[in-house]
């Protein structure tokens, strides 16, 4: 894992879980002074504004947002904290889609999907990616969701800004494994 990689999981621990870590702190939306992030970091390691840019601009999975004058940073989702990261409500495709590892599938099949420590459940519109997520926690299994279903019955969907679908539960009775 290089330096850059290592430096952009350290500051999604930041600013989605432990701001305190470096002694900053989010505002109720989640955005962070810049300056404090860089200075906070920059305190265990060299780093500075434009190692800060390279990131969120390579960042595969697009975790992170600047305003637009680059002052303040956060995280597009994802938080274990309470923040308002101000998602609008969408409607959702039809079919979503969920990675997960095969150990949990006993425990999703009896109470469905829940955000656990994060704010929300996280879904996708393709396999590739909903199973290269359930990959992260061994052997990959896919669950379909209803999500048409879910909005008909009045569950809120969100999309953050890279992409992810984010709803606040699935019960079992929307949920198929592919």
Same mark, same amino acid.
């Given at each position: ?13 930041? !600013?989605?879980?432990?701001?305190? %870590?470096?002694?900053? *702190? ?7 002074? =810049? *300056?404090?992030? +860089?200075?906070?970091?920059? /305190? ?12 969120? #601009?390579?960042? @595969? &999975?697009? #975790?992170? @947002?600047?305003? *637009?004058?680059?002052? !303040? +940073? ?5 938080? %274990? ?18 990675? =997960? ?14 955000? &656990?420590? #994060? !704010?929300?459940?996280? !879904? @996708? ?10 990959? #992260? ?10 999500? &048409?279903?879910?909005? /008909?019955?009045?569950?809120?969907? $969100? ?7 984010? =709803?606040? &539960?699935?019960?079992?009775? $929307?949920?198929?494994?592919?």
């Amino acid at each position: 894992m290089g330096h850059q990689e290592n430096v952009g999981k350290f500051i999604s621990f930041i !600013l989605r879980h432990h701001p305190e %870590s470096i002694g900053i *702190e989010l505002d109720e939306h989640g955005w962070a002074c =810049t *300056e404090e992030l +860089i200075a906070g970091i920059a /305190e265990s390691r060299p780093f500075d504004m434009q190692m800060l840019e390279e990131i969120v #601009r390579t960042d @595969s &999975k697009q #975790r992170y @947002s600047f305003n *637009e004058d680059k002052t !303040l +940073i956060r995280a597009n989702q994802g938080h %274990s904290i309470p923040v308002d990261v101000e998602l609008e409500q969408k409607t959702p495709p039809d079919v979503l889609l969920h990675g =997960t590892g095969e150990k949990y599938v006993d425990s999703i099949d009896q109470i469905g999907l829940i955000p &656990k420590s #994060r !704010l929300y459940v996280h !879904l @996708s519109k393709d396999y590739e990616t909903a199973k290269t997520v359930g990959g #992260r926690h061994g052997k990959p299994v896919v669950y379909r969701v209803n999500a &048409k279903q879910m909005a /008909e019955d009045g569950y809120r969907f $969100y999309l953050s800004v890279n992409g992810v679908w984010l =709803t606040k &539960k699935v019960p079992v009775r $929307y949920l198929n494994i592919l």
